[in-house]
């Protein structure tokens, strides 16, 4: 559970410190006045990187040369003092104080699910946006997974930055297409275990939303492998350079969501594209807790608006009672039967307990 949150010169905040905060929070106010920005910052605390941005710079307040932003978290796995500072450069982390940590020494140690309204492009966007997701699921059920990761990104970068080059050579292409390999050999069994580990908890959660007998499921599909050396790899070879792209290998695979067998990108409706988004983030927070023995912080931004009442209802009634949320809301608020919240009116650098 996050017990205190303190913001510095980070987005419209110059300065915000939440201290004892509960398991139901919800954040209030009008458009603008810095509710996702809190959430943000908390996903940036546990993930290293913004549901809305993927340039750290872009959160830094107007006229600041950085920001900072920390927290206080205990939960099952023990109590942990975050940092992330950015001083226009680069990224720092603390941790318990100590700067300097490393990426390893930092990921994992605080864990959150994000289920916002841009969350339909898990569904209906790029293969790239669904890798992403399921790749930063995978790291968080499986740490040492990052490593691997973060060295496919690199890989798939130089690859494409040799092929881009009029005269590409075959030796570097064969030294990279061979760690392409390699890493093809370990990412795909996880993805696809993950599909299986995923897919109960993904049925179980879109049932009680919808109240439906629909199956609601998820596929792996993993892209060509890198074939083997020999005619195969040199027909790749060929065709890659020729086209000065990748064609082959982990970084290509995708993932399709279907409804009652079908596709729900291709035929869902807009209330059934938004069910099937907070059913995978129910799911997730599920299959964490169950992983990794340990509860997730649920931050919620501008996810239930699509909803019906009914539907909204049966979200908070899915969602654990232990489970710390954390509800950014200009209008709603959440029902007597989603437990006991408190109420912050938030604007920028102020967060005021409400009575309403």
């Known amino acids: 559970m996050l017990r205190r949150?303190?913001?510095?010169?980070?987005?419209?905040?110059?300065?915000?410190?939440?201290?004892?905060?509960?398991?139901?929070?919800?954040?209030?106010?009008?458009?603008?006045?810095?509710?996702?920005?809190?959430?943000?910052s908390v996903a940036v605390l546990a993930r290293l990187r913004s549901f809305r941005t993927a340039a750290l710079r872009d959160l830094t307040r107007h006229g600041a040369p950085g920001w900072r932003v920390e927290g206080a978290w205990a939960d099952e796995a023990?109590?942990?003092?975050?940092?992330?500072?950015?001083?226009?450069?680069?990224?720092?982390?603390?941790?318990?104080g100590r700067a300097g940590a490393t990426m390893d020494e930092f990921w994992g140690r605080a864990l959150a699910v994000v289920a916002h309204g841009a969350d339909t492009t898990m569904l209906d966007g790029g293969a790239?946006?669904?890798?992403?997701?399921?790749?930063?699921?995978?790291?968080?059920?499986?740490?040492?997974?990052?490593?691997?990761?973060?060295?496919?990104?690199?890989?798939?970068?130089?690859?494409?930055?040799?092929?881009?080059?009029?005269?590409?050579?075959?030796?570097?292409?064969?030294?990279?297409?061979?760690?392409?390999?390699?890493?093809?050999?370990?990412?795909?069994?996880?993805?696809?275990?993950?599909?299986?580990?995923?897919?109960?908890?993904?049925?179980?959660a879109h049932r009680d939303l919808a109240a439906d007998t629909e199956k609601f499921s998820v596929q792996y599909q993993p892209a060509d492998p890198v074939p083997p050396k020999g005619p195969q790899r040199d027909r790749l070879w060929e065709?890659?350079?020729?086209?000065?792209?990748?064609?082959?290998?982990?970084?290509?695979?995708?993932?399709?969501?279907?409804?009652?067998?079908?596709?729900?990108?291709?035929?869902?409706?807009e209330g059934q594209r938004r069910t099937g988004c907070l059913a995978l983030r129910l799911a997730e927070l599920g299959l964490i807790r169950e992983k990794r023995r340990r509860g997730p912080v649920l931050l919620v931004d501008d996810a239930l608006k699509e909803l019906d009442a009914s539907r909204r209802e049966a979200f908070w009634r899915v969602v654990p009672e232990a489970t710390q949320v954390l509800y950014a809301s200009a209008h709603d608020r959440p029902g007597a039967g989603s437990g006991s919240w408190v109420i912050l009116e938030i604007s920028p650098g102020s967060a005021r307990p409400s009575a309403s």
């Open 5 to 40: 949150l303190r913001l510095t010169t980070f987005r419209c905040h110059a300065a915000l410190d939440l201290e004892g905060l509960g398991p139901r929070i919800l954040l209030s106010g009008a458009n603008g006045r810095g509710k996702t920005s809190i959430l943000e």
């Open 78 to 96: 023990g109590p942990v003092h975050l940092a992330v500072i950015w001083r226009g450069e680069g990224r720092e982390l603390e941790v318990d």
């Open 128 to 204: 790239g946006e669904r890798r992403a997701g399921f790749d930063l699921l995978l790291a968080e059920l499986e740490p040492h997974r990052l490593a691997d990761l973060r060295r496919l990104k690199e890989v798939a970068r130089q690859r494409s930055a040799l092929l881009r080059h009029p005269k590409p050579s075959r030796d570097e292409w064969e030294a990279w297409t061979a760690q392409l390999a390699e890493l093809g050999e370990i990412l795909r069994p996880a993805r696809e275990t993950l599909a299986g580990v995923l897919l109960p908890h993904l049925e179980k």
């Open 239 to 269: 065709r890659e350079r020729e086209r000065g792209l990748n064609l082959a290998g982990p970084q290509k695979d995708d993932w399709e969501f279907r409804l009652a067998g079908k596709s729900l990108a291709k035929f869902g409706s």
